[in-house]
């Protein structure tokens, strides 16, 4: 018999929900958006919402688990990402914000 990776394990122990690994559509979502970060406040509020959604309504404990540690993760990659931007002086200026959103309206 071949030896179990720890996927395959959480995989047998009852990590899926109808057939499907959510632990792995997790981990690939975090990939996808760690990738995209400089686009990250065109869908950071879905992002949060489903990553708070499986942390407050997640019957498994483990995907309860690996949701709060995936928006942990998130979370702290998109403040270096944003306080590395504002030292290379690539962020707007909090005036130009307020007066873009003004005359977005």
């Not at 509020?45 to 995936?70: F, P, Q, S, W």
């Not at 270096?80 to 005359?103: C, H, M, R, T, W």
Request: contains cysteine; aromatic residues 12%.
């Amino acid at each position: 018999m071949e030896k179990v990776t720890t996927y395959e394990t959480l995989i047998i122990e009852g990590v899926t929900i109808d057939g499907k690994a959510k632990i792995f559509g997790l981990s690939r979502m975090l990939e996808t958006v760690l990738v995209n970060l400089d686009r990250i406040e065109l869908f950071w509020d879905l992002i949060l919402a489903h990553y708070v959604c499986i942390a407050t309504n997640a019957k498994n404990v483990i995907l309860r688990n690996r949701g709060v540690e995936n928006l942990n993760i998130l979370t702290e990659k998109a403040f270096q990402y944003f306080v590395q931007k504002k030292a290379k002086g690539l962020l707007p200026s909090i005036e130009d914000v307020i007066l873009f959103n003004f005359f977005s309206f």
